[in-house]
């Protein structure tokens, strides 16, 4: 809970959501940016600017709130069907963002990982992926994964390519190949948060999605507070993750 008279870096270190759900991987598909901007008469791009911003308080609240992965969905490889400006804008937008946050990030405490393809990507900005990767690779408090050029499926496909030159087969195995495919890990997500109404994946980790709560937003990303990261966390703990099995009460 967000006290109003509080500033972020205020909040006391004990707050219900994580005495109820510690050390979680929150997924985010950060949805809703260009009818943000377009209800306000912006550009597309205005948009994007304002959810790098929501992104930034996102970022900064998520370890208070227990959570130790966060992955954002930044561009989808499905993104490059959009006007080639709208793209090179996000893309550099991206770039800014390293430019900008990584000395925030070391500060922080943040490990910064990009999952995705990287041959598409611009080569001065796969240059600054790789220097904040290397400068932040200590980070104790948070794994930032932002996805870039990203497709679950063809993560996947990719893994699936590999694994089949693998002798030792099993869901373990398969599952550490897809995280040399991604580059920055693959971990199962917790909770997904979907902002700006849609109730899709997108292809967006599906395969670390299999039993993760889902929580879908009308707001959209430029409006995502900490405030409303919090309140996901709060109602991802109140719900019973059975995984398959009975629930308690039912099991006895
Ligand atoms: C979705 O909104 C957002 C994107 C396609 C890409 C850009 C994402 C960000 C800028 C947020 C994360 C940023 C950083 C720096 C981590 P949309 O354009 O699909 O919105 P719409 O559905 O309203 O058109």
């Known amino acids: 809970m967000l006290m109003p ?42 948009g994007h600017r304002a959810g790098a911003e929501a992104a930034r308080r996102v970022i900064e609240a998520a370890p208070r ?48 990982s990009v999952i995705g393809r990287r041959d598409r990507l611009p080569a001065t900005l796969r240059q600054a992926i790789a220097d904040s990767e290397a400068a932040t690779a200590k980070g104790p408090r948070l794994h930032l994964r932002l996805a870039m050029d990203y497709s679950a499926r063809e993560a996947i496909y990719q893994a699936a390519c590999r694994f089949y030159k693998v002798t030792e087969l099993s869901p373990e195995s398969f599952s550490t190949v897809l995280q040399e495919v991604h580059r920055g890990g693959s971990t199962e997500v ?55 099995a009975l629930p308690d009460a039912i099991a006895g």
């Open 65 to 112: 709130i227990g959570i130790h992965t966060l992955t954002l969905f930044a561009l989808s490889s499905a993104n490059w069907k959009r006007p080639a400006a709208e793209v090179h804008a996000i893309l550099r937008l991206l770039h800014e963002y390293l430019l900008t946050e990584t000395t925030h990030c070391i500060d922080e405490g943040v490990r910064l």
């Open 5 to 46: 008279h509080l500033t972020l870096r205020q909040i006391p270190a004990a707050q219900p959501a994580i005495a109820q759900a510690p050390r979680l991987h929150v997924g985010i598909i950060s949805d809703g940016n260009g009818r943000w901007a377009t209800s306000r008469g912006l550009p597309r791009s205005a």
């Open 190 to 244: 917790d909770l997904l948060i979907r902002t700006g109404g849609e109730q899709r994946l997108s292809d967006f980790l599906l395969w670390e999605c299999a039993f993760a709560e889902f929580v879908f937003l009308q707001k959209r990303w430029p409006d995502f507070t900490a405030a409303d990261l919090d309140a996901a966390v709060k109602e991802f703990s109140r719900r019973e993750r059975t995984r398959g």
